[in-house]
């Protein structure tokens, strides 16, 4: 009898003991040990079918308008990733179709005419895009709702795409998409060259290459970075040659441009938060030394500084 007591004593304060175990392990975890993991949630399944319908339909051939009529529709339902990620795929897309605008642009000899006639009326791109002339609204008409935009250039007029256009998705987007927007859009708002000489000061061209130094430092892993360099590259080269009909150094004289001067000297040597500004002050020094003369001290000393700083953005 006691033995049986004993036994049932021993059974009560294991099962009491186990369920003050259990109890223990929900005020840790918020959830009994045993638990199974939670279902996905409605929203992932829906944002998870809506990538998969967007990646079915989005190919290189797609239909530009059909592709932003399922981004217009679902890009506020996605997560900020993922609308990065669709907003990706429709510039790579955007990109590779740009040689179909070309062919319209050149493929009518009469086209370029045309074209060429309606700006020199005023020298304004939006006199094109306001022409009656039937080929030349369809075809314009079609670009502007597609994201690209006409450029002009040495007497040709050919399509790019339009940076801008992809300002109205940028709430949406990661931080690091909203840089790389704003650093593209003012490229292909003002372009920094022309007809072989700069169209831009060399404040714009130092304050566009800090930007996309900053960049390539903050995001070293993004999908874009490439493209980025390519960006600092160019401007690299601006910086420190100009352009073939607005060099930084006359062709002449051989004396550095007042604009360069200007910025070499002033904000060039006062900017110390800069691998540009660090790389770019041994150069200052030799340059100061020459009288800003284009000397063979100075072209050795510049071409070292070229490839200075584009190793310092991991170009080879």
Known sequence: MIKKQLLIYMMIFMLIFAVSCQQSEVEKTGSPSNTVAPSPTAAVIENTKIMDDFYAMADDNMILQELLVFIDENISKVSEQQASMMIGKFESIQKNQLFMIEAQFFGDNTIQSRMSEIYQRQFLITDIYESEDP??????????????????????????????????????????????????????????????????????????????????????????????????????????????????????????????????????????????????????AILERNNFTLTDEVVSERGKVQIELLIAAGIE
Do not use: C, W
């Not at 339009?162 to 292909?188: P, Q, R």
């Not at 022309?194 to 714009?204: C, E, F, M, S, V």
């Open 135 to 284: 080929d030349i609204k369809a075809l314009t008409a079609s670009m502007l709702e597609t994201g690209y935009k006409v450029e002009t250039s040495e007497g040709s007029f050919f399509p790019v795409v339009d940076y801008s256009f992809y300002k109205k998705y940028s709430d949406y987007l990661t931080d690091e998409y909203k840089e790389y927007i704003d650093i593209m859009a003012v490229e292909t708002d003002s372009p920094a060259a022309k007809d072989a000489g700069l169209y831009i000061t060399y404040a714009d061209i130092l304050d566009r290459l800090l930007s996309q130094e900053a960049y390539i430092s903050t995001y070293s892993d993004s999908p874009r970075l490439d493209v980025m360099r390519q960006q600092y590259a160019r401007y690299v080269y601006f910086l420190l040659y100009g352009a073939d009909n607005t060099p930084a150094f006359f062709y002449e004289s051989h004396m550095m441009n007042d604009d360069a001067k200007t910025i070499y000297t002033t904000v060039l040597s006062n900017t110390t938060d800069s691998n540009v500004a660090v790389i770019m002050a041994p150069y200052i």
